[in-house]
């Protein structure tokens, strides 16, 4: 082994990196609405607010689970550099963007899996064409259903409730298409966060819409109608920002499953932004629990390159070294 092997590297250069490859993890509109602060030995999570959507996501949920996706990617990052994570979240009244401190001292054997998930990471993207006819694999449902386990849980809807979901998910659009705000919103962020190189070309004929982003993308849609597909609600006990955290850890964690797997997975927010059809499929889920997300699941077709994906911010604007630059 070599004096550089031997030297084991700075707790703070793993962490950076880890912030680093968090920048890939999903969220709302490609907003990012995250930033790192880096320690000598712990990371911080904060919510970036003026990323937030302030006409679709007034309250933040859709920032918390976005932020919550980058934890636990940075979390999977550390595991693939031999570090185990903890994980503390921070719900202090008195700092409210402060979400969370991750500590990464220990080491952790690098597992096979680790690296796979991690390889995940680059590989996950959000494809928002209709699925191919292919069902998806039980047992991969199954996985991607247990990925959650301990974080939040997944709901896969019966054949009724999707119809459900239908109507709520059309309303939804209906009404996010006539609010003039949430019309400007999404026009500024598809403009700048969502190149059209990752939107289909049209709006396709799906029994559950998928959002329409208001303006063509290049993606060819094909025949596709989502008759394949499969509806899972991320959804939990309580409706907090703590549990909002959670959620987004937990569609990372089912995410990155699902790309392992080779299934195709797609977030639905607007039922969730618009509170009447939230509250409808809180409803539909015979009161369950409340509902975070909805995940439209499914297989892509196997002819089709899926999207790139769209830009992320420069490292500079999302993690601050200040606190480790000088020494
Ligand atoms: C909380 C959340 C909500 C999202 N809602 C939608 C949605 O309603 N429709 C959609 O097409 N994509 C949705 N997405 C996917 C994002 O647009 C996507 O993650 C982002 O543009 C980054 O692209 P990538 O996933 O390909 O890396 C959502 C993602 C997150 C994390």
Do not use: K
């Not at 693939?80 to 700092?95: I, S, Y």
Request: glycine share 6%.
């Amino acid at each position: 082994m070599s004096d550089q092997q031997a030297t084991p590297r700075p707790t703070s250069a793993a962490l950076t990196e880890a912030a680093a490859v968090a920048g890939y993890a999903p969220s709302v509109h490609n907003t990012q609405p995250w930033r790192w602060r880096i320690l000598p030995d712990a990371m911080e999570l904060y919510a970036e607010r003026s990323r937030q959507l302030s006409a679709a996501d007034p309250e933040g949920h859709l920032m918390l689970v976005s932020c919550g996706a980058a934890l636990h990617h940075a979390v999977v990052a550390l595991a693939a550099a031999g570090r185990a994570a903890e994980v503390r979240p921070l719900p202090d009244p008195d700092r409210p963007d402060l979400l969370a401190r991750v500590t990464a001292e220990a080491p952790a054997e690098v597992t096979a899996e680790a690296m796979r998930r991690m390889q995940a990471i680059r590989l996950r993207h959000t494809d928002r064409r209709p699925v191919s006819d292919t069902p998806v694999p039980e047992a991969a449902v199954q996985a991607i259903v247990a990925a959650t386990t301990g974080l939040a849980r997944l709901h896969l809807l019966t054949r009724d409730q999707v119809l459900e979901l239908a109507a709520a998910a059309s309303a939804a659009a209906e009404a996010e298409q006539a609010d003039p705000q949430m019309q400007e919103e999404l026009a500024y962020w598809r403009d700048r966060a969502l190149p059209p190189e990752v939107l289909p070309e049209r709006p396709a004929q799906t029994t559950v819409p998928v959002r329409d982003f208001g303006a063509p993308g290049t993606l060819p849609i094909g025949p596709g109608h989502d008759r394949a597909a499969r509806y899972a609600v991320l959804y939990g006990d309580d409706d907090e920002p703590r549990t909002w955290l959670l959620a987004g850890q937990a569609l990372s964690a089912a995410w990155l499953a699902a790309t392992q797997l080779g299934v195709s997975m797609v977030p639905l927010s607007s039922v969730i932004e618009v509170p009447g059809t939230r509250q409808a499929l809180r409803r539909a889920l015979a009161d369950l629990g409340y509902p975070y997300l909805v995940l439209r699941l499914g297989v892509a077709d196997p002819e089709r390159r899926g999207p790139a994906h769209p830009p992320r911010l420069p490292v500079e604007q999302v993690i601050d070294t200040s606190a480790v630059a000088a020494g």
